[in-house]
């Protein structure tokens, strides 16, 4: 039995494969007629999308990797400000610093000339009130030493006329 089935696949009917033949020939004319067409153009609308959506990819990419130049740009720029502002608040506290430093100079060395004046203006003013002081003194001394001899007019005359003697020395 094996070989009759054998035989079986072998044999070839020519109605079948007739039959076959015009049912693939209606096939490919039914196919052509109604299918390919729409197929045809449904891949060839599909390939279109696939250009457009490429092209569109590509040009979303350039104008990312424009924008990421800008950005970089900008943001070097942005650094170059940022320098400069640092450097020039330097700048300002720097010379903020020099003005009151030179100011506080110049208030210690007015304070000081003041002071230097004033001690000179005590310093005159104690050496009259001295004098006038050594001159009473040397008046009254030279007066209960001489005790009526000469007058009080000419005792302060000789005083004064040593004392100007003494400071001029």
Known sequence: MRFVFAQSLLDVDFGLFFWVLITFILFLIILG???????????????????????????AMEEARKV?????????????????????????????????MQKADKDANERLEQALQQIEQEKKKA????????????????SQILDAEIDEKKNKQLVDNYIKDLSSN
């Open 127 to 142: 050496l009259i009130e001295l004098r006038t002081e050594v001159s009473d003194l040397a008046i009254k001394a030279v």
């Open 33 to 59: 007629k109604f299918a390919w067409k729409p197929i045809l153009s449904a891949l060839s609308e599909r390939e279109k999308n696939i250009k457009e959506s490429l092209e569109a990819a590509e040009k």
């Open 68 to 100: 990421s130049a800008e950005n970089e740009a900008a943001l070097k720029e942005a650094e170059i400000t940022a320098q400069k502002i640092r450097k020039e608040a330097l700048e300002d506290a720097e010379k903020i610093r020099a003005d009151r």
